[in-house]
């Protein structure tokens, strides 16, 4: 599925769209350059889940988490890993437990598009705004955003 994201009020819909839809142990892939808008997206998505305050960019954490929220919430960006199995020495798999992952960069992190509760979304450009590709995981079938 293609969304047009031509302004930052199509931003909110899309991430009120998907936070309703979020439940433990589901993943929300975001590729994308650069510049292409997975931090902001990230940012609604937990403002959507209902947190108050700064969301910092986990590129030099690398992991980032929000415990109060329901579900809770990991954001983590892999942009500085060289190979996906750092993602152990991190202890991913413990963080993730019970919660939902925003993962930004996740190539870097061997990917998680394998996954049946994963959501994966790609950012590019499109004119003066950006469009997202939307594709789910047998999990995701009949809640997509």
């Not at 997975?38 to 910092?56: F, N």
């Not at 960019?57 to 992991?63: A, E, L, N, R, Y």
């Not at 190539?107 to 469009?131: D, N, P, Q, V, Y």
Request: glycine share 14%.
């Amino acid at each position: 599925m293609i969304i047009e994201l031509p302004d930052l009020l199509a931003v909110e819909q899309l991430r009120a769209r998907i936070a309703a839809q979020l439940k433990p142990g589901d993943v929300v892939s975001l590729a994308g350059g650069l510049g292409a808008g997975k931090t902001t997206l990230c940012r609604a998505i937990l403002s959507g889940l209902g947190h108050e305050g700064e969301v910092p960019s986990p590129t030099f954490t690398i992991i980032e988490t929000y415990d109060l929220l329901q579900p809770r919430v990991v954001h983590a960006d892999f942009y500085r890993l060289e190979d996906p199995a750092e993602t152990e020495e991190l202890g991913l798999d413990d963080y993730r437990e019970g919660a939902v992952l925003l993962a930004e960069w996740p190539g870097r992190a061997g990917g998680f598009g394998h996954e049946a509760a994963c959501l994966s979304i790609t950012l590019e450009s499109a004119g003066k705004g950006r469009r997202a590709i939307v594709e789910g995981g047998a999990d995701w079938l009949g809640r997509m955003p």
